[in-house]
């Protein structure tokens, strides 16, 4: 046993650099350094010598393609990792990537996987779509992703909504009690262990002159039960997944329901917060007049930047970067002004027969990490801007001929931050944490 745990250790540096290779080659370099190591034949040497508990740390700490084919390789592997506590400890330590949707204006819909870290040849996985247009009337939309797993919603507000796993294949269709609704989020609650979906439904349809307009819903997708929510003035803007933070789910009002419900200063309640534990909603002030772009705030996206909630306006070129610096007294503080000096010439406009003359207002921002915002410039690409040095950048393969666009209110394009997980949304619920 010391001999097999050193020769683990020896191997971490190897390991490490190789993780980058195809799987199938991957395995038998790993076991050839193994045997190396060990000074042993390879005839007098088998997989079941490892401990199991080293075996369950190599395997976790590999893509979760390449968790794939090591699941074929043996019967042993298949039952390591297949467990609650190796998907636990395999989404702890996953890398996350880019999960792109593209939808034509004959709903023809294409879906990929862009990771920056693979190979150049390997960099975007095309994914099979057909199932989804067997379950919804219209394509379903990308409105969500959590560890693993990808919410989809309808075109059209509609009691279905699915919850998909691209990595095993596996998927729930979810109907709601009430109709129409519109799915508002996925998220993990820590301490029931379980995922839930918010669900929000317009009780009139048009504005009450008086009362509650919505009425909201909670779905667990391990106990498979729904549970009706206290009602709230507003919905949120739904075209964009919330932001999780300290326990809360975040989003931008709907502009349209503001301006219905004037008993409120208009920017003091542009920013919807839904408590996980107390399962109660709030809103609170967007940063306010302050902000150039408070009046069209429809704009403005939410993101999580270094731990904090942060407020992204845009207009044309020109973002604006807020930041809640304190959270319990909710104080923005604005952090960033950028115009982002975007090249037409560098970045060719892909659809001649439009107007280029609008093309610089085509921009969908995506998030923020590692002091870089990443967004989409609808036609020519995804991009990266570097807050810091005020350079910018294209992610190579996220580009028009790899994830095909049409003309602009003809096509539409999604891109969410997603890892690669063995989460399951079949019933499933992770370990309980030990004491």
């Known amino acids: 046993m010391r001999r097999i745990t050193m020769a683990y250790a020896s191997f971490g540096s190897f390991y490490k650099g190789t993780m980058s290779l195809e799987c199938l080659m991957w395995i038998p370099h790993l076991w050839d350094k193994l045997i190396c190591s060990l000074n042993v034949r390879k005839d007098g040497f088998s997989m079941q010598d490892l401990p199991e508990e080293i075996l369950i740390d190599i395997l976790s700490r590999l893509p979760g393609n390449c968790v794939l084919e090591c699941r074929r390789v043996c019967k042993q592997w298949l039952a390591l990792t297949g467990t609650p506590n190796f998907v636990e400890m395999h989404l702890k330590r996953a890398a996350p990537v880019l999960f792109v949707q593209c939808i034509d204006h004959v709903e023809k819909m294409d879906m990929f996987i862009f990771d920056e870290g693979a190979k150049a040849n390997q ?98 997708l391990g106990g498979q039960c729904w549970r009706k929510l206290d009602e709230f003035p507003y919905e949120p803007i739904v075209l964009f997944p919330p932001t999780i933070l300290n326990g809360a789910l975040h989003w931008i009002v709907n502009p349209y329901w503001v301006c219905v419900h004037g008993d409120i200063t208009s920017y003091n309640n542009l920013v919807m917060l839904f408590n996980m ?87 969908t921002l995506v998030g923020i990490q590692n002091d870089e915002l990443m967004f989409d410039w609808n036609s020519r690409g995804v991009f990266r801007y570097n807050l810091l040095q005020k350079t910018i950048k294209q992610i190579n ?26 989460v399951t949304p079949i019933g499933f619920k992770l370990p309980e944490s030990k004491v």
């Not at 990808?150 to 269709?173: A, C, D, H, M």
């Open 123 to 220: 960099m975007i996985k095309k994914m099979g779509v057909r199932f989804m247009h067997l379950e919804a009337s219209h394509v379903p939309i990308l409105s969500g992703s959590c560890d693993g797993l990808l919410l989809f919603r309808p075109n059209f507000p509609s009691s279905l909504s699915i919850v998909y796993n691209p990595l095993t294949g596996e998927k729930v269709n979810i109907r709601a009690p009430v109709d129409p609704v519109i799915v508002c989020g996925v998220f993990f609650h820590p301490l029931m262990k379980d995922y839930k979906l918010l669900f929000v439904h317009q009780k009139q349809l048009f504005a009450p002159l008086e009362g509650v307009a919505f009425e909201y819903f909670l779905y667990n």
């Open 277 to 363: 534990d107390t399962e109660e909603f709030h809103h609170m002030p967007h940063p306010g007049v302050e902000c150039p772009l408070w009046e069209v705030h429809k704009n403005a996206r939410l993101f999580e930047m270094k731990g904090k909630l942060a407020s992204c306006d845009v207009n044309s070129s020109h973002v604006y970067v807020w930041a809640l610096e304190d959270y319990k007294n909710w104080i923005w503080v604005k952090r960033y002004s950028v115009n982002l000096h975007l090249d037409v010439k560098r970045y060719p406009f892909d659809i001649t027969h439009i107007n280029p003359s609008y093309s610089n207002s085509l921009i």
């Open 397 to 422: 393969g996220v580009g028009v001929k790899q994830t095909p666009l049409l003309p602009f209110g003809a096509s539409m394009r999604c891109i969410m931050s997603y890892t690669m997980t063995f």
